[in-house]
């Protein structure tokens, strides 16, 4: 049986993401493919725009077999993080092919994976308190490995393929060419696709008017975002607001990336701020990009320590969120093999604090909160009784 | 010169507080009235209606010639500590008066207090989890000196006769009858006197009408309360809901006041509840007055740790807040006298985390959050040119 793996966001899930699992499909021809999903935050430190449950139903709609979730503590990290997450989880499902999105499909993913994981670790010698720890790193690629990264997905990829390496039994990469938008089109153009940040970019405004999303997304994504009440960082703003005043420096010294005196940073600009977007702008310095000062902030938010994220990736699990009878199928026999805890409810001792799912629960709270939904106890994986993509 | 000091809250300040300032001047044959005031929250647990400096400007336009801040530490306590902090303050600022309502002025507040200031300290025996503190320290008092308390003022009088006893130099008490409403009537009636508390019930309602209001508050009360954004318990909400959801049970069993396993019930209930009087209502047991559970509510969303208070309670100080004429010409006199630091203007070693306010700053930061506005930094004394009580 031949089983190929994607890891996605799908934040939301748009045309692209359905022509590439058609053509994950097609060309490694699968009988069998899984997503490897984040759940309600994502990789940028931002939260979803739909819940995990919904994107996992758009996923099911759009051709994936299974979906399950990547737990928080891999989902929101820098990209070697949550590809190493990501490549571990379905390498454990027995995917003997990973397939993701690339602006430079014919790259040779393969070789330079084997060469980075081949290389010492570096991370702790990006020092430079001018550039961020992203700069440090294309640039030590670019003098160890001549390889040069300007694409957030090409990163991406090159993250998945140095974890795939690191695997006793590597999986084959597939690289799937991009469909017409770049990652980081900020507007939708005419025509059948554009990227999820371009989609966000008008969820985000105020009233949303989707006319130019409908064009670009399957049927299903667009009646669950006309549906459905998403959650973005404005939201968050007033909860993150009073959180960084109510919590003491040492405390806020505590958080999970909280570096290098990054917590009187915050104490200081949070009495000068009145918006989230004006926070980032006065946190911003050439040490940190965004994304790694969104994923601080959420980490503030949540309230998420070191020994959180440590436990939860010490005891790596499977956490389904749906399937269909394929899917069903496979997974029947996949129990057999499978290692790591197969979780289908969350029952009351997994998702108690000190429980396999305890970051999990505690991290979905504020999002069952804000939209008045359950995302743990009392949910079971989707049942997807359609056969085909529609 | 004779100073006459009053406790109070004024939340908010309506005809019976302007009744008992003129009373207490007159009777005292007061030179000088001082107020000690409540902050921004108050004794039950509570954010005040209207926010500190309001409340000081509404003091000084009924006839107050100074308003002194009583510190978070102090007035968030039960009735006895609230006293404490209170008499301790007003000795400190030369007070040879301090003047109280009570629903008993006739009671010989003076004897009670000595007899209960010579009582050992009885506190760790109520341990009767049938029982509330407040329960258990009336049935005390009943058995060992024959005294009933029904009415809450009159525990305040009380409170504050014991603590006064305790000083090395008492100060005289003089009780104030309460003009016609009584503290826990929840209607406003016809006439010119109710209740704070009705007053507040009016309040809570939305869309606000304060036509029952205007005849029982001075028109400097009924002009804020028509112009500013208060602050009530379910506006905060949200917050406090997201607060125990994202905070761990370890971390929740370190606030002030959460002992004898109150932090399961906490963590047990919030995800039963969609209000805040639903959460008062599921945490209510026979061994927690709902005053108690307000306050143990606030220690949570204000992240209020034991050490955060005693820092305070160990640290006294002076901090002004108003004063007309007379007041500052009292204060020039009086600063020689002060053992305790005088207390203007913030500046930011005050105001750091560990410096004498640090804990005021912090917790006032809610406040400037939700009504835009500035209570520490950038404010200073307000000095009341209005030579009349209204």
Redo the contacts between chains.
Sequence with gaps: MKVTGIIAEYNPLHNGHRYQLQQARQTSQADVVIVCMSGNYVQRGEPAVLDKWTRAQLALAAGADMVVELPFASAVQPADRFATGAIDLLAQLGCQTVAFGSEEAAFDYQTIGQKIAALPAQSAAFVDYQKTYATQLNEFYQQTLNLSIDQPNHLLGISYAAANARLAQPMQLLAIERQQAQHADQLIQTGAYASASAIRKVLAHTPVDLTTVQPVVPATTMAALTTQQGVQWPQLW??L??RI?????A?LRQVYQMSEGLEYRFKKVI?QVDSYEALLQALKTKRYTYARLQRVCLYV???IKDTAIQQTLEQPYVRLLGFNQVGQTYLHQLKKQLTWPLISKISAKLGA?TGLLGLEV?VD??FE?LTNTHQNFARQPLFYQGKDVE
Excluded: A, K
């Design positions: 007033p909860l607001q009073y005043n109510s919590t003491p420096l405390e009495t938010l949540l309230n604090e505690r709270r504020l909160q």
